[in-house]
């Protein structure tokens, strides 16, 4: 069993920056970032493996970076450059294995959320 916590979402103008956070309480394990719009299925966005390695949906490459903390074990995403299409819950989740993957099917476990508006 694997906890999550997301926290940091908030409302912010288009252009603008925000950090999102996710606390596991196992390091073991890929952690994606994963998003729902409203009227959306939700969407990969990003994850980072316990070897560090990232990968990212063509939608936000560029412009977020997802890095990992092992020591605090929490895994950051920093969105930069937001757009209004953004603007969704914002959910951390914990894959099956270590090594990175950004399909959906292949994560277990998954926080309750945060919402990340952006206003143009």
């Known amino acids: 069993q694997v906890h999550l916590e997301e926290s940091g979402g908030a409302s912010v103008p288009a252009g603008g920056s925000l950090t999102l956070s996710c606390v596991s309480s196992?390091?073991?394990?890929?952690i994606g970032w994963f998003r729902r719009a409203p009227g959306k299925e939700r969407e990969r966005v990003a994850a980072i493996d316990t070897s560090y390695r990232a990968g990212y949906a063509d939608s936000v490459r560029g412009r977020f970076n997802v890095t990992r903390d092992k020591a605090k074990n929490t895994v950051y995403l920093q969105m930069n450059s937001l757009k209004p299409e953004d603007t969704a819950i914002y959910y951390c989740?914990?894959?099956?294995?270590?090594?990175?993957?950004?399909?959906?099917?292949?994560?277990?476990?998954w926080g309750q959320g945060t919402q990340v508006t952006v206003s143009s």
């Open positions: 989740a914990a894959a099956q294995w270590s090594w990175l993957t950004l399909a959906e099917s292949d994560y277990n476990y």
């Open positions: 196992n390091n073991r394990y890929c």
